[in-house]
């Protein structure tokens, strides 16, 4: 435990003039650059930043390896001087795969940008620290990162039937017992379920669609350990999927006819449908307009922008049909700073 005078300390660092001077500007709404700093004095001002401005932050960087790094030293100093227990600071990682390369996204990022995108969607999310790829994806409104989550409570009435299919549409995985993150199981009338960043899953028993009782339960026993009121079931990807969108996919695939190997039967999903279905329905917003009135801060803002090129060019020089325009699913550097000037407030 940190001592409070040293605690202090750090606090005091927003007292500074040009802290201050930092203050009025983003106050007026500007989107402003921080650079020449070591990661802990970016990381305490980010802090302070967030706190003293009271609006969600989004910190913008060059790669990913950046973005860990400072995301974990503001996730430290946002624990030391705000200790807040309901929201805390976090990592939105860009995808690590391009279109058209037929590979899936990593589960685990799949997992933590969907999560992530429903926090800045619904208010929880004070600073997130994203690389420049990530902000560059073009997403959807926010509306459709709210209804990713499924939030259940004791007396609710809801078709079982609906349940499996949304947490089916969202990553989910049928598996018998439920051991590991992202599984379900279903047993007449009783669900198991276990949520992304939930320390145990939980366990609903329904009467016909009504939900008669919510208990966390215990892997290794499958005993039930604590009774609760309600729970949310997190997605584990963005890219919602459905038969009728995945047999869609799989005809663009083939219309375009440049997939390496044979293509799945009507339904069932394929290495990369991710990004191939979203250009069934190109998203049109900004990473900016999820949260209400954010701050903007480039970090290195040449860097920044140099790493947005330099992603851009890999993009330029990939070999797609029309239809796979990249452009219907990535902003280009001068548009996603006009984006960011026009949602920071």
């Not at 624990?79 to 227990?85: D, N, Q, V, Y």
């Not at 499924?150 to 995985?173: C, N, Q």
């Not at 280009?332 to 407030?345: D, G, I, N, T, Y």
């Amino acid at each position: 435990m940190i001592h409070p005078s040293v605690r202090d300390l750090f606090l005091d660092l927003g007292k500074e003039p040009g802290f201050q001077e930092a203050l009025r500007c983003l106050a007026s709404g500007v989107s402003a650059g921080i650079s020449g700093l070591t990661n802990t004095a970016k990381a305490v001002y980010t802090v302070l930043l967030s706190q003293s401005l009271g609006r969600p932050l989004v910190m913008v960087v060059d790669g990913n390896k950046q973005a860990e790094a400072l995301s974990e030293a503001i996730d430290a100093f946002y624990s030391l001087l705000i200790a807040e227990e309901r929201v805390a600071p976090q990592l939105l990682p860009a995808l690590d795969v391009l279109p058209m390369q037929n590979l899936s996204p990593h589960g685990e990022i799949c997992e933590q940008r969907a999560a992530g995108l429903w926090r800045m969607a619904t208010a929880r999310a004070p600073i997130t620290v994203m690389p420049v790829a990530s902000a560059l994806l073009r997403v959807r409104p926010g509306e459709y990162y709210r209804q990713l989550a499924l939030k259940l409570r004791t007396g609710d009435e809801v078709p079982l039937e609906d349940v499996i299919a949304h947490l089916e549409s969202v990553g989910y995985t049928r598996r018998e017992p439920v051991e590991m993150v992202g599984e379900y199981s279903l047993r007449g009338g009783i669900l198991d379920v276990f949520s992304p960043e939930s320390a145990k899953p939980v366990r609903l028993d329904l009467f016909g669609d009504q939900v008669e009782s919510i208990r966390r339960f215990d892997v290794e026993s499958q005993r039930s350990v604590m009774k609760v009121e309600d729970c949310t079931l997190l997605p584990l990807t963005e890219f919602q999927k459905s038969r009728a969108l995945l047999t869609d996919a799989a005809d663009l695939l083939r219309e375009a006819g440049t997939h390496g190997r044979d293509l799945p039967l009507p339904g069932e999903t394929f290495p990369g449908w991710e990004l191939v279905s979203a250009l069934l329905q190109p998203p049109a917003h900004s990473v900016f307009e999820l949260p209400e009135r954010p701050t903007v801060i480039w970090d290195e803002p040449e860097q920044v922008r140099t790493a947005a090129e330099r992603f851009w060019k890999r993009l330029d020089q990939m070999e797609l049909p029309e239809r796979f325009d990249p452009g219907k699913l990535f902003l280009r550097w001068e548009e996603l700073k006009v984006r960011a000037a026009q949602h920071a407030s």
